[in-house]
């Protein structure tokens, strides 16, 4: 197998509902994000995804979270944005838009240097 991975950021702000603490204020983060892609086979330039490829799709995404409040996207509407369901969504977007031969293996997403959690199937 085949890894490439893509590091990312954005700056977002939410607050966690139904929760007992500083957390259920509004705050922002400058999150960072990892994506780990795999494929079993490389294409004839001996690559799993071009970089550039791969990332214009990773930076599309962004500006979809990029200075917005996360609980008025639809994705958060109904849970809560913190970083584990943050990670599962990128995961999903991301499965759903990469070329057929290339799969997101595992999202981890940063709120903190010392705070982080990942999704993966
Ligand atoms: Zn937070």
């Given at each position: 197998?085949?890894?490439?991975?893509?590091?990312?950021?954005?700056?977002?702000?939410?607050?966690?509902?139904?929760?007992?603490?500083?957390?259920?204020?509004?705050?922002?983060?400058?999150?960072k994000v990892v994506i780990v892609?795999?494929s079993e086979h490389l294409n004839?330039?001996?690559?799993?995804?071009?970089?550039?490829?791969?990332?214009?799709?990773?930076?599309?995404?962004?500006?979809?979270?990029?200075?917005?409040?996360?609980?008025?996207?639809?994705?958060?509407?109904?849970?809560?944005?913190?970083?584990?369901?943050?990670?599962?969504?990128?995961?999903?977007?991301?499965?759903?838009?990469?070329?057929?031969?290339?799969?997101?293996?595992?999202?981890?997403?940063?709120?903190?240097?010392?705070?982080?959690?990942?999704?993966?199937?």
């Open positions: 197998m085949y890894e490439i991975i893509i590091e990312e950021s954005f700056s977002s702000a939410h607050k966690l509902r139904d929760y007992q603490g500083v957390c259920e204020n509004l705050h922002g983060h400058n999150w892609l795999e004839e330039q001996g690559i799993v995804v071009d970089f550039k490829d791969a990332k214009k799709i990773t930076e599309e995404l962004m500006n979809k979270l990029d200075h917005k409040y996360l609980n008025e996207l639809s994705w958060f509407c109904s849970i809560n944005p913190t970083t584990e369901n943050i990670s599962e969504f990128l995961f999903n977007e991301l499965n759903a838009k990469m070329p057929d031969n290339v799969y997101v293996k595992k999202v981890t997403t940063w709120e903190s240097d010392g705070f982080g959690a990942s999704y993966y199937k």
